[in-house]
């Protein structure tokens, strides 16, 4: 059974930090792309970043030198490290797997950024 786990969402002041962790199972995890959505209320879900398989970064422009995409293999965990948060990075962010054309999704996690 697959499972993506998000964590460590929260409320926050603008320029604050926060990591969000994804830990998953069920998955091929060293083989897939892993990846972060967010969904901001009334707004289309955007990506935010990924990281493939062999550690290729990719961002939205949005959060380009703020926000840190890492994984861990060994512990089939994603970060994203989020720095600088702004009140327009307030949204449901959603963790992905993707591998073969398939993706898998986590539950999502609120960030909320206060001004």
């Known amino acids: 059974q697959v499972q993506l786990v998000e964590s460590g969402g929260g409320l926050v002041q603008t320029g604050a930090s926060l990591k969000l962790s994804c830990t998953a199972s069920g998955i091929r995890f060293s083989m897939g792309s892993m990846g972060w959505y967010r969904q901001a209320p009334g707004k289309q879900r955007e990506s935010v970043a990924f990281i493939t398989s062999g550690g290729i970064t990719n961002y939205a422009d949005s959060v380009k030198g703020r926000f840190t995409i890492s994984r861990d293999n060994a512990n089939t965990t994603v970060y994203l490290q989020m720095n600088s948060l702004k009140p327009e990075d307030t949204a449901v962010y959603y963790c992905?797997?993707?591998?073969?054309?398939?993706?898998?999704w986590g539950q999502g996690t609120q960030v909320t950024v206060s001004s």
């Open positions: 992905y797997y993707r591998w073969n054309l398939h993706s898998d």
